[in-house]
């Protein structure tokens, strides 16, 4: 197979210990062939130089790059927003990223994926949210590279295109269970729609069998909520098979829905013995293989807006230099054609005038593209008068409290409600918030504080107002 005839991608994912790559190839009207993975131990000191040595062992060249972005490092939001065109959904979400993430508009990357649309001009999509450090992060390690041979897409969507290909016909919703050494990445699929998503630590104490259930209920309970009153019909375990059978013995056990192993031997294509060596690992590699089928949706792509920007304008130079060269060429011909024939010259000026007609309609819809997003740039740019705020009790939020509630009532108050398994750490809460520069104009007070049980557990639910001095 020559190097012109094939296509070569590499799918690579970085965590804290662990550096994961896997390599396919492709021929046109062939499907993809996984031709080999490696996992290496890296912390973030010697990831790049670890990149650099499985990059050079697996033949690397200019060759295209997915980055498989954890779910651990991204927030996830099921959202109705006003819009169906891709660009008008682009900037809609770029803004409302900061109402989940305390951080300005302009630190945080946002991908989608449009789920449906209604007759009202509403879509329903999937919004991806991390901050840009951890973009840069991953990008500062393909310094040198070809960025627009470069795309980040969150690893969830990975497991739907993979699950998908495999059962191509399922028209239910299901919960995918992706088990890796320490993390376990669940994702509630229908067809190739990632629903709803989010991870857990692996605990290794001795009850973690009851802790792993708790938080199979805690992701569907969120589901039904947010998202869809149709609960999945099955739960469908990959990842580490070790680890992954004895899941599936204690769900058999504890849930009501069929439990399953995917077998990955079906309709995906790996060369020699790498399918025993993936079964085999230590490590997960299904969201990358998964990725790696996917393609490379532009709406999924987890690259800075700048940069997007700066990949549009040049791809929109470059369409505007094949209309000027497909002009010159028209100009060309006709002009040939009339030093031959001059009896014909208003026929040819005729499809000149039609041909830069055609020109304009095309160009405005690129120019009323970007009137918008200069628009939605110049929006994204103006301060929130409650971020401050929010940014503070980020700051001094103890570890132990999960804060509910907030209501931001300018030149009034700020009211927090939430939980916390200690009285104590209600106190130490309202102690930081009495400290703090932020809240130095504000009187807090604890409203009340309700001792509560609820199955196995107690928890104290509060409510502090602080009130404009």
Avoid at 217 to 238: F, G, H, N, R, W
Avoid at 370 to 399: A, D, G, K, T
Wanted: glycine share 4%.
């Amino acid at each position: 197979m020559s190097r012109k005839s094939r296509k070569t991608l590499f799918i690579c994912q970085f965590t804290d210990k662990i550096l994961k790559v896997v390599k396919c190839v492709s021929v046109s009207g062939q499907r993809k062939l996984f031709v080999a993975c490696e996992a290496l131990e890296a912390d973030q000191k010697g990831i790049a130089e670890a990149l650099r040595r499985v990059l050079l062992k697996l033949g690397y060249n200019n060759d295209q790059i997915i980055i498989s972005l954890p779910r651990i490092q991204s927030t996830c939001r099921y959202l109705r927003v006003p819009a169906q065109q891709p660009a008008e959904i682009e900037g809609i979400v770029s803004l409302q990223a900061s109402h989940y993430l305390p951080y300005p508009a302009g630190e945080l990357v946002t991908g989608y994926q449009l789920i449906s649309t209604d007759t009202q001009g509403y879509s329903y999509i999937n919004l991806v949210i991390t901050h840009k450090d951890v973009v840069e992060r991953n990008l500062d390690l393909f310094k040198g590279f070809k960025e627009r041979n470069i795309s980040i897409i969150l690893s969830s969507y990975g497991l739907s295109r993979l699950y998908n290909l495999l059962h191509p016909k399922e028209a239910r919703p299901v919960m995918i269970m992706d088990i890796d050494q320490e993390w376990v990445e669940l994702a509630i699929v229908l067809g190739e729609k990632v629903l709803f998503s989010r991870s857990f630590r692996l605990s290794d104490r001795e009850d973690w069998g009851i802790l792993f259930i708790n938080e199979i209920k805690k992701t569907q309970d969120a589901y039904l909520k947010d998202v869809s009153k149709e609960p999945p019909v099955k739960i469908v375990i990959t990842g580490v098979q070790s680890t992954a059978l004895r899941c599936v013995e204690l769900l058999k056990e504890k849930v009501r829905v069929d439990v399953e192993i995917l077998d990955l031997r079906n309709k995906i294509k790996f060369s020699n013995s790498l399918l025993d060596r993936i079964s085999k690992s230590d490590n997960s590699f299904v969201s990358l293989i998964g990725l790696g089928l996917l393609g490379k949706p532009e709406s999924l792509n987890l690259i800075p807006l700048e940069i997007k920007e700066q990949a549009r304008k040049t791809g929109q130079r470059k369409e505007s230099m094949k209309l000027i060269l497909s002009i010159l060429g028209i100009i060309f011909v006709l002009s040939l054609a009339v030093f031959k024939n001059l009896d014909n010259k208003s026929g040819y000026l005729r499809q000149l005038v039609t041909e830069l007609d055609k020109i304009e309609s095309q160009a405005k819809p690129l120019e009323d593209m970007e009137n918008r997003l200069n628009l939605i740039e110049r929006q994204s740019q103006e301060p929130s008068l409650s971020l401050e705020v929010l940014h503070e009790l980020y700051r001094v939020l103890p570890n132990m409290i999960s804060l509910n509630n907030f209501i931001y009532e300018e030149d009034k108050q700020v009211t927090l409600r939430g939980q916390s398994p200690q009285m104590n750490s209600i106190f130490d809460f309202i102690s930081r918030l009495e400290q703090s520069l932020v809240f130095s104009n504000f009187e807090v007070k604890v409203k009340y504080a309700t001792q509560k049980k609820a199955s196995m557990e107690e928890f104290v639910n509060f409510e502090i107002v602080c009130l404009k001095k």
